[in-house]
């Protein structure tokens, strides 16, 4: 092959040459912006310890659900990709390395070629060269002392990277790097209190009680609770956090009285809860993690319309995040409103929306974000962070609301080495819509220069409080 | 800039050189017709007696709810933008013109950039002119004698539009009009009686009392309110109203038998209909209004699935349409099923279907449509009357249903000033996605030619039996 | 006109000249390939006979209700297009061919057109010549020895065609066609139960007294029954079949114990289940489906979410398969987890998975489809399966799947002569997808050219295991 297709400038940029031109231009304005990735889930303490990557499986294949469900589905068991199994590292690149050919098309194979291309430098495609081949030279790259945490997120331009924690995490991880003279970028925790909020988790009431007992102030009960949780949230604001992420199996809020709540509260604490107190408590808890954001000014995050889990029998051979989180439909527009109506014009309050469930872009997200100024559209997510689903995203929400109102790139990823490579997809999208508006005469060219700087650079910052 | 965008002949046109090279020339087959507009909020007093239009903010920003719902997601108070606060005129625009920038890549920008270009000749995009130079140039020209309604209906080409009326509404200005032999334009009412159906509106009780009083020919009760449904209609039809609109929240259709309908009534006088019997009371009323159409020849129109006046403490300081009319899923397949049973072949009943959730565009409302002679399918209507959601309308009915099934543009405003922008923008799109079929060899020239005729001016006279 | 749109070698392929070139060049990869058509409507015994083709409207109008249903739209009585009514064929055809302009931009229309060209050698489009012109041109080639169903079953150049059958059809023809040294082609049957599960069909006592009769193995009651499906099931793969389809309502799956199921069949068999036991119990039988699908082997593809016979009063007078059945939504996520917690994993099980909602392609069915080794994409179906639809549906689910889950083109007709038609447009549009992509650098130009191989010729015969 005579160029890599990862390494084509133009990769991702409109067909028609006019619009690539103006693509192009667009797309040199941003390239060399920081990235600023307000949510993702990279583990802090990788940071810290400047711990060096593992081998090429454990770094890129085994802790990746969305490379390895794509595996599973052509027939591999998923043994033979995890880590900690039988199997050896080279045994499970050699299985994914076979199974390449299957990644054609999909946004997991795009971040994976651009990461040889650009990160690794193999030099050629995956499919050009032996698995031993490709996993020796990553493994020597892995090696190299350049090739440690803190010099890559130095190299990969990095600013701002938050990362998501639970409410009783120390922080000391993001507190050490705050610290450290010699470290220039920004690690933030992310507030992520799901396992207390969430009657049906298996650990709920472990959970509760020793946020209670942590940080209760000395209370008990519901009201020792709510007092836990606020200064947790105190606690991840004074170490930098500027967001708490709801995940949620709706955008379902409701506000009860505290007596109704209290009840709900004590039922589940005594393991008699219902479904429907699940789904009551966690509306009522959206409500209460609103009036707090507005309180303390952490900006609210809502992951709604995932069914986790899907496949039982995965689930209890190998525990979740294993490829069976299964999109379903969401209905934003009466879910959210008992918390917009108290909320929704809260001074400084910040609410993202995102969805698993692309009907809603243009049918609720958009309208609601063109009024309410507290509610700001997240970006596709998860299945939907994808060139095609970007653009689509776009086109369905900016007639609307225009570009003000989106939250910017959200990586959401665990896979340090591919933040560069989800980033600039991202950007070429941008270039892409712009640069078609632009062709199509609706936007003037010197207009999107301005626009893409602030999509790319300017929202993300002005929606997370940066 | 060399060139306003917004003058550009080739704006919103497709950027591939050969398909733009046919849309052009589809595009002039059309530019000159005369403007249909068979659906709007016009007043047809400000036309009956040419009333001046007020200042650039109270023509162009505080009637709009398209525009000030951006600028208050951007943290502006309604009270900047309303006309008869505190704020004077000159200084609503200044903050309109502040926010101008939000507008890039909307919908409503996208309108007033073309009327600042082609009606108000402003001759410069509003961000290179300060505020009260723009303000300044509009208002001398609304002082012009050319900027009365009357002379710009004639400028505008318009020959039809069609007002939204209430049934007790006494027509005296489309009468009016009508017998004015210096007008020559066609100004119809359309009677639009959901105050008078959906009885949780406010004044349903009020409403209904002055109707049965008015038009009951002395039947009281639920006979007499059919009566005067009836009757009124027919005075619509006597003063040139070819259609009924209906706003509802479902397009749930049902036929009770006389003594249900008229339980639900009484109860509903005496206050006490649950929002059950709301429903089935709404579902009802729309079966009787198909049979009314069905004998009276009005074309029926629904306008379903808006969750109106979202924020409820905005609702309670501004009133009604305010911005926060928020769209949600809509399902027409079982809702519509028994009006049609009854009247889906039905000679000469025409049933116009709106949506604005567009899954039901190809799933649900093309195959209605390529089946009932009766259903027409809704042009794409708020948030979706833009050039995108139009695109995605044609590709997701055209292949079940061909181009003989839709209504043809509805602008829907009360923007009067925006009435030919928003036709030519409508038009630009019909000539894109013709322009794109013919260029992938699937409609022959020749037959686009015809067929943009037909979708442009045929469809909405056929369709509203104009 | 100088060259008929349907005979242009580019028809379906992009505008945007690169990305057009690359399309013709991988469209050439696989134009001469065998039509392997693994479900569709084709009558067995038509080609075991050879049986002549009759008129050209009972061969191309009467039976076909996408034809019918836009005819009928326009408000032409189905009395005038239906086959055995007063009218006459020559008669039918006239309408049809009047009513040709409402076809333009439709898929029907598309393959009718193509037919008209390249199996009828028209030479000029329909609308062209007078309606006795175009009959007589038809009628004196389906008089021709060579129009005969086995001539052009081998110039069509089909290699492998499934037809959809009764659970009780001996499959003489099939066995025939298998045994006839003198035919080359392989005719499949389908085991299509519906009949016999859905508790409230019409027939659906008498045909599981039938059923159980005549495969029972002497059992009687519920066990007797799932014993004679499983015998019924063992004949069909006896005599070639590869797969058992199931047109639902809803995707629902659900697994009963053995005394519920036979409670609600025995409730059915006098007369008393309720829509609710209707629901539950087609549920439980999908489920036992799959259960024997894992058993011997039959793919299971599963056809839901169409309101069938939507207008009473049509399907009274002339039946089922009108033009009245009418999409409504569907959701997987849910619906399906009974069946693939027990079988998603199973050894060789096959689902394929359809969909008349568009909005499950992203959302559900590329995300089941990429963990579930069982689940496979069904091709887009019914309105879906044209042109702009099939690009959505690749764009939809290639980023979260790639290429190798989908099912391969359904031409699901009956209308024989479309076949070539309809696989042909098929292979244009991954064509073109696959174009877009080598042009925008996501995928190679080499990898392409295997892709494009492997979803129009490989996938169908690995998803249905020929």
């Given at each position: ?14 067909a028609?040459?006019?619009t690539?031109?103006i693509?192009?231009?667009l ?8 990235i600023i990735?307000?949510?993702?889930h ?11 990557f593992p ?6 294949v085994s ?8 595996i599973h589905?052509?027939g ?5 990709l995890?880590?900690?199994?039988a ?13 390449w050919?299957?990644?054609?098309g ?5 971040w994976l070629?651009t990461?040889?291309?650009?990160v ?25 002392p ?7 997120f130095k190299?990969?331009n990095?600013e ?13 991880s ?5 610290d450290?003279?010699?470290f220039?970028g920004?690690?933030l925790?992310?507030f ?8 049906a988790?298996?650990?709920?009431s472990?959970?509760i009680?020793?946020?209670?007992e942590?940080?209760?102030?000395g209370?008990t ?10 200064n947790?949230?105190?606690y991840f ?7 708490a ?5 709706t955008p379902?809020?409701?506000?009860l ?16 809860a219902?479904a429907?107190?699940r ?22 995050t ?11 029998p ?5 525990g ?6 299964i999109?379903?439909?969401t209905?934003y527009?009466?879910a ?11 001074k ?6 995102f969805t698993?469930?692309?009907?809603v872009?243009s049918?609720e997200l ?11 559209l997240?970006?596709?997510?998860w ?21 003000s109102?989106s ?13 560069p ?12 819509f712009?640069a078609r ?10 207009r ?9 650079d300017?929202?993300p910052?002005?929606?997370f409080?940066?």
């Amino acid at each position: 092959m005579s160029q890599s297709i990862a390494a084509n400038p133009d990769r991702l940029l409109p067909a028609d040459p006019g619009t690539r031109s103006i693509a192009r231009s667009l797309l040199e304005r941003v390239q060399d912006l920081p990235i600023i990735s307000p949510h993702g889930h990279v583990d802090a303490a990788v940071i810290e310890h400047n711990t060096p990557f593992p081998d090429p499986a454990a770094l890129l294949v085994s802790p990746d659900h969305y490379v390895t469900r794509l595996i599973h589905a052509s027939g591999v068991s998923l043994d033979r990709l995890r880590a900690g199994s039988a199997t050896d590292s080279r045994e499970i690149w050699r299985t994914f390395v076979q199974a390449w050919p299957l990644f054609d098309g999909t946004a997991s194979g795009y971040w994976l070629r651009t990461q040889f291309e650009s990160v690794f430098t193999l030099g050629a495609d995956l499919g050009e060269m032996s698995a031993d081949a490709s996993y020796d030279a990553i493994a020597a790259k892995l090696r190299e002392p350049d090739f440690r945490p803190r010099q890559l997120f130095k190299d990969f331009n990095i600013e701002v990277l938050a990362t998501t924690d639970d409410p009783l995490d120390n922080l000391a991880s993001h507190r050490a790097l705050a610290d450290d003279p010699s470290f220039n970028g920004r690690v933030l925790p992310t507030f992520r209190p799901d396992a207390y909020l969430n009657i049906a988790h298996p650990s709920w009431s472990a959970n509760i009680e020793r946020l209670i007992e942590a940080a209760g102030d000395g209370a008990t009960g519901y009201s020792g609770y709510l007092q836990a949780l606020e200064n947790r949230r105190r606690y991840f604001v004074d170490h930098g956090a500027v967001s708490a992420d709801h995940g949620v199996l709706t955008p379902a809020t409701l506000k009860l009285d505290a007596a109704e709540a209290e009840q709900i509260f004590e039922l589940a604490r005594a393991g008699k809860a219902s479904a429907q107190d699940r789904n009551t408590f966690e509306a009522h808890m959206m409500y209460q993690m609103a009036r707090m954001s507005v309180e303390d000014g952490l900006v609210m995050t809502i992951h709604p319309g995932s069914f986790r889990n899907h496949h039982q029998p995965t689930f209890d051979a190998y525990g979740a995040d294993t490829g069976h989180d299964i999109p379903f439909a969401t209905n934003y527009t009466e879910a959210i409103r008992p918390l917009l109506q108290d909320f929704g014009t809260a001074k400084d309050f910040h609410l993202v929306l995102f969805t698993l469930d692309e009907t809603v872009f243009s049918r609720e997200l958009a309208p609601l974000a063109g009024f309410y100024p507290s509610v700001y559209l997240g970006a596709p997510w998860w299945f939907l962070d994808a060139p095609d689903a970007m653009l689509r995203f776009r086109s369905a929400v900016t007639e609307t609301t225009g570009f003000s109102r989106s939250s910017g790139f959200i990586d959401d990823t665990r896979a340090f080495c591919s933040i560069p490579a989800r980033h600039d997809a991202s950007r070429r999208i941008e270039a892409s819509f712009l640069a078609r508006l632009v062709a199509e005469h609706r936007v003037s060219e010197d207009r999107a220069h301005e626009l893409i700087v602030d999509v790319v650079d300017s929202s993300p910052r002005r929606v997370f409080k940066l």
